[in-house]
């Protein structure tokens, strides 16, 4: 079964108190989203494997540890996961960016992807999916089956919010997809929005709403 991880960091604690806040303005909040991607990415980055290079510092030969290559791929699903790109590229400058987007059938409810570009080596690399709402689950399972039918073997989910039902949903599709998530909170509404939530995220960065 996949591994969730709930962050439990201060900072992150006190960035989502502020996307919460329904007062919270479009300049705030999207800085806010990218902070906590930022913060998150630290976590979700810890496996990766290092090596021993030598160097010389200023004052002796030292033996120091690198990152051994590891090729990452940042992919948000559209739109609401590119509040996200940003910090995560502060933090790992050399990933590829990949996208996905995704909209909810209206008549069946079922997620449709009406575009997906990804790097060319996108089954050589290890995905880190990006979308600050994990709600219904919906979009996640199929963006994830999408990264899977063309190759990709290891995914890693990135949420700011998630519901649990969200949570059962991806675990019951995709066991080996760890979950990293800044909250998890305590219901859907009927209409599928998250309680206590913080409102549409893609309206709320990009302003639309």
């Known amino acids: 079964m996949a591994t969730v991880h709930e962050m439990d960091h201060p900072l992150i604690k006190h960035k ?3 996307m919460r806040d329904k007062t919270t303005g479009v300049k705030e909040f999207r800085e806010a989203t990218a902070e906590i991607a930022m913060l998150m990415c630290y976590e979700a980055t810890r496996d990766l494997p290092l090596k021993e ?6 004052v002796a030969q030292a033996k120091v540890k690198v990152i051994s290559g590891k090729k990452i791929a940042l992919v ?5 996961g590119l509040g996200m790109i940003e910090g995560m590229l502060e933090m790992i400058p050399a990933a590829k960016v990949g996208h996905i987007g995704l909209y909810r059938d209206p008549e069946t409810l079922h997620p449709v992807e009406y575009y997906c570009k990804l790097p060319s080596d996108i ?31 290891h995914i890693k989910l990135m949420n700011l919010i998630a519901a649990p039902e969200g949570v059962k949903t991806v675990q019951d599709a ?7 998530v800044a909250a998890i ?3 859907l509404n009927e209409h599928g929005y998250i309680i206590p939530g913080l409102g549409d995220a893609g309206d709320r960065i990009f302003g639309t709403k």
């Open 53 to 58: 290079i030598s160097i010389e510092t200023p």
């Open 123 to 153: 089954q050589d690399r290890d995905v880190l999916l990006l979308d600050p709402m994990l709600a219904t689950g919906g979009s996640a399972v199929a963006a994830i089956d999408s990264l899977k039918r063309r190759g990709v073997k």
């Open 16 to 18: 989502l108190s502020l």
């Open 174 to 180: 995709h066991p080996d997809v760890d979950i990293f």
């Open 185 to 187: 909170d305590e219901k």
């Open 76 to 80: 948000p699903i559209l739109r609401a």
